[in-house]
């Protein structure tokens, strides 16, 4: 699968960036997928009904689970008023749980517990959600306050907390890191790690000053980080090394990308994926919109990459 994009990504006829790593190779403009671009591929590979199934984070749990593909588990869908009326928090949810709107978008809406002590559960800022919190919340997310309509009805998706892998934990202060990977119909081209830090509040949000990190696809390993444009070598809060850092269970964080367009009809598709302690690669969301600045923060460009894989962009 990947052999056209191993020729690719060291090529030896630009020259070196100078930010530090002179390994990586300044990449020249025809190789750059820009905005125009991308839009022009979305509408060529996603059809629409294949877009709002990814933009609905339950429909596109059921589509890609129909297929086998790993997804983060679910406590309970509640779509409507007579499901909210019925569910108890202190009876229905685990002691650390994850409430996100169904059509939410960056992040809005989602509300995170990481621990319970008798009917108080607490964030990871030590703020306490009585259930009288958590059920405000959940009605502010059936009743569409997060899904960029207020008029539109939207679904509240409870799933367990994830606990992530260990090997992360010398990586990041707190939060929890993904792994963003963009595809063209199953054939990855390009893996970025994203880590939280203190200055991110804990949130893997690179607009929040969390780090992006460039993976290289042949090896599971970081070649690059940046920090809001910034090279950077080391995190900045822990101290560890970044390049060169081994993602864990990358074949399998490949194997799941690759599955995941096709599983909900998108041709170019961007898969979000958290490495779990128990669980392992686990998908939480499929984006149909993927951005470009993933191509800065790995220093290639995603035209390039398409191109190594036969796409003509006619």
């Known amino acids: 699968m990947f052999e056209a994009l191993t020729k690719f990504w060291r090529s030896d006829d630009v020259k070196p960036v100078q930010h530090g790593f002179e390994d990586l190779p300044l990449v020249p403009i025809e190789e750059i997928l820009g905005i125009n671009m991308r839009n022009a591929l979305i509408a060529k590979y996603n059809p629409?009904?294949?877009?709002?199934?990814?933009?609905?984070?339950?429909?596109?749990?059921?589509?890609?689970?129909?297929?086998?593909?790993?997804c983060t588990g679910t406590v309970a869908v509640i779509d409507d008023h007579q499901k909210l009326n019925a569910f108890k928090p202190t009876r229905d949810m685990p002691d650390s749980w994850a409430i996100k709107p169904a059509r939410g978008s960056q992040g809005d809406g989602i509300l995170l517990a990481v621990r319970r002590e008798g009917d108080v559960w607490y964030k990871g800022s030590g703020t306490p959600l009585t259930e009288t919190d958590v059920m405000h919340h959940i009605q502010k997310v059936v009743d569409g306050?997060?899904?960029?309509?207020?008029?539109?009805?939207?679904?509240?998706?409870?799933?367990?907390?994830?606990?992530?892998?260990?090997s992360l934990a010398d990586l990041v202060p707190e939060g929890l890191p993904d792994l963003r990977v963009i595809c063209l119909h199953d054939e990855p081209l390009m893996a970025m790690l994203r880590l939280p830090t203190n200055a991110s509040d804990g949130k893997a949000n690179l607009h929040q000053r969390a780090i992006g990190a460039g993976v290289d696809l042949v090896t599971g390993r970081?070649?690059?980080?940046?920090?809001?444009?910034?090279?950077?070598?080391?995190?900045?809060?822990?101290?560890?090394?970044?390049?060169?850092?081994?993602?864990?269970?990358?074949?399998?964080?490949?194997?799941?990308?690759?599955?995941?367009?096709?599983a909900i009809g998108l041709g170019y598709s961007g898969s979000d994926i958290v490495l779990d302690k128990n669980d392992?690669?686990?998908?939480?969301?499929?984006?149909?919109?993927?951005?470009?600045?993933?191509?800065?923060?790995?220093?290639?460009?995603?035209?390039?990459?398409?191109?190594?894989?036969g796409e003509d962009f006619k």
């Open 48 to 70: 629409r009904i294949a877009i709002e199934r990814a933009r609905d984070k339950v429909a596109a749990k059921v589509a890609l689970e129909a297929q086998g593909i790993a």
């Open 145 to 166: 306050g997060f899904s960029g309509d207020t008029a539109s009805e939207d679904a509240a998706l409870i799933e367990p907390l994830i606990i992530a892998d260990p």
């Open 222 to 262: 970081i070649t690059r980080a940046l920090v809001r444009g910034e090279s950077i070598t080391h995190h900045p809060d822990t101290g560890t090394k970044l390049i060169g850092y081994q993602v864990p269970g990358w074949d399998r964080v490949l194997e799941l990308a690759s599955k995941c367009g096709p």
């Open 280 to 309: 392992g690669p686990l998908i939480i969301e499929v984006n149909a919109h993927p951005g470009i600045e993933i191509q800065n923060i790995c220093q290639l460009g995603l035209k390039a990459q398409m191109a190594a894989v």
